[in-house]
DNA sequence: TTGACATATTCCCATATAGGCATATTATGA
DNA sequence: TCATAATATGCCTATATGGGAATATGTCAA
């Protein structure tokens, strides 16, 4: 009955995207870019970027301004903060020295506690 | 032509379900957890539980092991590395004041090269 | 005003789910 | 051995896309 959540739900969803993190990406290193500037960088159809785009815009991560017939996008980057937030729960994973670091201040934390 | 891309691609796709960042959130703080712990702790229908289970047991997120009738899972943890290096990228966008210290640093790696 | 450039939308299709339900599998423990 | 607990699968439906193609919108510049 219920399908896939939206990718306009959220950013994890929207960020699930290969190709909508190439355009963060590209974003994130040119600043703004008329989606012409995405078209021809990432090799993608015109429409698509687009809808790619809308997607972005709908949860956020893209700002757009027009500057006469073009539209030029920008990356709102903190909101990705959330999806960084929750993953660095999980630093201690693969950062063995933080790990170590980090349970020596919580064991602390406990004494005092 | 093209749906969307599965779940299984990789761990972008598995995560952007919240209830499968639920079920990484619980194995992250219970260590190993059976099935049944998952459906009561998450109010999930126990099908659902390992539909779930397997979609990230596909994309290396988490791992199984016999005891008795039950099956542990427990989290690798390691594999969410990627979307936190990836979102790592975007730190300036929100932590200002790191912003400026790496500006600096690359600043002067910019001389020297 | 008008033609051309730059984007956004709309339609259509095949694919990929989440969930709900029923049932198949497994591994036990008595 | 065997009923049973604990999981995993199979089926079915409503949704939600990515893409492709064609077309609608918007904005200028001459």
Redesign the pocket.
């Known amino acids: ?8 739900s959220d950013a994890f ?1 929207a960020v ?2 290969r ?1 909508r993190r190439e355009i963060i990406d590209m974003l994130s290193r040119s600043g703004e870019v ?4 995405m ?1 021809e960088a990432l090799g ?12 972005l815009r709908e949860v956020g991560l893209v700002s ?1 301004r ?1 500057s ?5 996008y920008r990356l709102n980057g903190e909101n990705l903060k959330p999806i960084h937030d929750w993953t660095k729960r999980f630093e201690r994973f693969w950062d063995d020295q933080l790990a170590r670091i980090k349970e020596q201040a919580e064991s602390s934390g406990r004494k005092k506690a």
């Open positions: 009955m219920m399908a896939r959540s939206a990718t306009t969803n699930a995207e190709r008329p989606v012409n500037g078209v993608l159809a015109q429409p698509l970027v687009s809808k790619h785009l809308r997607v757009v027009g006469g017939r073009r539209r030029l």
